[in-house]
């Protein structure tokens, strides 16, 4: 199956900072997501992206699809960004996760 | 437009029984998979549902089983709890014309003692 690397495993940042996070893909992919888990489990949807850039507020993604990498960034983080944040890719049914990346923004 | 729900939200069961947990799928959406989440980790692929079939599986045992319904409402089943099945169980759904963006439900949270 297609492993999935991400990275760093931890980031601590001051309220303000920026930060780029990145996802590293064994295999090509169809389908990419990046995802925020809540302190409650749930996963929250930030993108879509299985190539290309998008924009969501502070949020943004771009995958290089022909690299087999992803980069999510963080710009202007508050203490809400706080939290886990994981990509997962695969084909049209399975997802494979990375082992997230855990951020910590310091008021 | 109603998002993916599980239940229960929590669950105790003792090894060796047998629990079933329960997931609605999002309005419009046909597809839904299942996966496993052990405290610390990402979260494994267990199974996916389209069309009341299994239409893939990851690397998990047959005790791990599913059905889909004709509403595309799923349950996930585990016979002979052990240990390690304490984890977060996760459901997402997901349609063809929406690309498999996949949408999850906020987990059942089991645990085995």
Partial sequence: GIQVE??????????????TLRCNFSDSVNNLQWF???PWGQLINLFYIPSGTKQNGRLS???V????YSLLYI???QTTDSGVYFCAGGGDYKLSFGAGTTVTVRA | ETGVTQSPTHLIKTRGQQVTLRCSSQSGHNTVSWYQQALGQ???FI???YREEENGRGNFPPRFSGLQFPNYSSELNVN???????????CASSSASGGHEQYFGPGTRLTVT
């Fill in chain 1, 6 to 19: 991400q990275s760093p495993p931890d980031l601590i940042l001051q309220e303000g900072a920026n930060s």
């Fill in chain 1, 65 to 68: 699809a022909t690299e087999r």
């Fill in chain 2, 42 to 44: 990402g979260p494994q």
């Fill in chain 1, 61 to 63: 993604a771009t995958t």
């Fill in chain 1, 36 to 38: 925020h888990q809540n």
């Fill in chain 2, 47 to 49: 199974f996916q549902y």
């Fill in chain 2, 80 to 90: 002979a709890l052990e240990l390690d099945d304490s984890a977060l169980y996760l």
């Fill in chain 1, 75 to 77: 710009s202007s983080s």
